[in-house]
């Protein structure tokens, strides 16, 4: 397996603790914020249904799901920008 530079290693890591901590604030806006604000909240409707009770219901769960398509593909697109291809990764440490 061939070294990675330091200078790219720490551009690359710290690009992805910046993208990991934007998922989390999201996590965390819907799943305690959202409750946080009920009251608040019911004004607004999803489809009938008040705000609130939605994200608690569905919203948190499809906001979750859709976070992990984005992840892979954002991910996806992090590896080729610094040249990491996980189909040329040399297994063999030998």
Do not use: C
């Amino acid at each position: 397996m061939r070294k990675v530079e330091r200078k790219k290693a720490d551009a690359y890591f710290k690009y992805r603790t910046m993208m990991i901590t934007i998922y989390l604030a999201i996590g965390f806006l819907v799943s305690y914020v959202v409750v946080f604000f009920a009251q608040e909240l019911t004004s607004f409707t999803v489809m009938g249904i008040p705000f609130s009770y939605y994200m608690g219901a569905q919203g948190a769960v499809l906001t979750f799901i859709i976070l992990l398509f984005i992840n892979a593909i954002v991910s996806d697109k992090i590896d080729k920008k610094f040249g990491f291809n996980p189909e040329h990764v040399d297994t063999n440490d030998d």
